[in-house]
């Protein structure tokens, strides 16, 4: 059970970081970035879940919707500046972490 709430509290939990993490290399619709996550973090959020995780992260001014020059009727989001900003410190927050925890000292 402990491993369980780990791999929850480390992906589901924290989907905005895995969403910020695909938007930092290109613009993606919703359905698309469902996708993305599973093919490339290996789980698999339900769709709802990352609306609703588009939906908060758009309010707090990570990210936008873009414009949709494709003209496929998709809504695209996009990475804003702040957004830019949390995914860095969370990045080092992560790395951090991960070092205090996993690296043998000295």
């Given at each position: 059970?402990?491993y369980?709430?780990?791999?929850k ?10 969403i ?9 619709y919703?359905?698309?970035?469902v ?7 290996g789980?698999?959020?339900a769709?709802?879940?990352?609306y ?5 992260m758009?309010?707090e001014?990570l990210?936008?919707?873009s ?9 695209y989001?996009?990475l804003?500046?702040?957004g830019?900003?949390l995914f ?18 000295p």
């Open positions: 059970m402990a369980e709430r780990l791999v509290k480390l992906t589901k939990e924290n989907l905005w970081l895995y910020l993490k695909l938007l930092k290399e290109r613009s993606m919703g359905k698309e970035i996708k993305e996550v599973h093919r490339r973090f789980f698999s959020p769709t709802i879940t990352v609703v995780a588009l939906y908060k758009e309010r001014g990210i936008r919707k414009k949709n020059i494709k003209g496929e009727g998709k809504v989001y996009e804003t500046d702040k830019r900003e860095e410190k969370g990045r080092i927050f992560m790395k951090k972490m991960y070092k205090t925890l996993f690296e043998e000292e």
